[in-house]
């Protein structure tokens, strides 16, 4: 009986809380909204993310139409305050990272011609307000674990996560083909003409 008597209290005050707080709307700013996203062929890859910030939120994302990174703003109610872009370095996006203190993004580029060479992944380090501090390149063949890349992100999205100052990253890739079987190699990830 007591049990039902705390159930029943308990409904009756979120009954009434429902009723009598104000039902919140969001909406956008009159001069700033926010930039549509095509979500149609996500496959595997992360095209967007949403981190929390002194302000608010924070999105970035991967402007397929245009071929860069956008930056969004928003206030608690998701109001647009501010927006930017980075434009693409290297052909594909590979991917966000909001790091203890700085931002990362991970690019890529094909290697087909299989030089060993050749830079395949860029990592591009910026402080909390988007200012270039750096690069990190891994080429086709650097001796850590990244071998023979011939697409980077290949069948895989870019994870990433920091430990004690270093970054660590995960990602697919597709390699280095053997010539007798050359001919007949599939293209896997469908959206490699970007």
Same mark, same amino acid.
């Given at each position: 009986?007591? %049990? #039902?008597?705390?159930?029943?209290?308990?409904?009756?005050?979120? &009954?009434i809380l429902l009723v009598?707080?104000?039902?919140?709307?969001?909406? &956008?700013?009159?001069?700033?909204?926010? +930039?549509?996203?095509?979500?149609?062929?996500?496959?595997?890859? %992360?095209?967007?993310?949403?981190?929390?910030?002194?302000? @608010?939120?924070?999105?970035?994302?991967?402007?397929?139409?245009?071929k860069n990174i956008g930056?969004?703003? !928003?206030?608690?109610?998701? #109001? $647009?305050?501010?927006?930017?872009?980075?434009?693409?370095?290297?052909?594909?996006? /590979? /991917?966000?990272?909001? /790091?203890?203190? &700085? !931002? !990362?993004? *991970?690019? @890529?580029?094909?290697? +087909?011609?299989?030089?060993?060479?050749?830079? $395949?992944?860029?990592?591009?380090?910026?402080?909390?307000?988007? #200012? #270039?501090? /750096?690069?990190? %390149?891994? +080429?086709?063949e650097t001796g850590n674990?990244?071998?023979?890349?011939?697409?980077?992100?290949?069948?895989?999205?870019?994870?990433?996560?920091?430990?004690? @100052? %270093?970054? !660590?990253? *995960? +990602? @697919?890739?597709?390699?280095?083909?053997?010539?007798? *079987?050359?001919?007949?190699?599939?293209?896997?990830?469908?959206?490699?003409?970007?």
């Amino acid at each position: 009986m007591r %049990k #039902k008597s705390i159930l029943l209290i308990v409904s009756i005050v979120i &009954a009434i809380l429902l009723v009598i707080l104000p039902n919140k709307n969001f909406a &956008a700013s009159s001069n700033l909204l926010p +930039t549509a996203c095509n979500n149609i062929n996500v496959s595997l890859r %992360k095209y967007s993310a949403l981190v929390l910030v002194d302000s @608010g939120y924070m999105r970035v994302f991967y402007d397929d139409a245009n071929k860069n990174i956008g930056i969004e703003y !928003y206030d608690n109610n998701f #109001k $647009v305050l501010q927006k930017k872009t980075i434009k693409l370095e290297l052909e594909y996006y /590979g /991917g966000f990272y909001a /790091g203890s203190n &700085a !931002y !990362y993004i *991970v690019e @890529g580029q094909s290697n +087909t011609e299989e030089n060993d060479n050749k830079e $395949v992944i860029r990592v591009i380090k910026y402080d909390k307000d988007w #200012k #270039k501090l /750096g690069t990190a %390149k891994i +080429t086709g063949e650097t001796g850590n674990g990244a071998k023979e890349i011939r697409y980077p992100f290949d069948v895989g999205c870019v994870e990433m996560t920091e430990v004690n @100052g %270093k970054l !660590y990253i *995960v +990602t @697919g890739h597709q390699g280095y083909v053997d010539p007798s *079987v050359r001919s007949r190699t599939p293209r896997i990830f469908n959206d490699r003409s970007r």
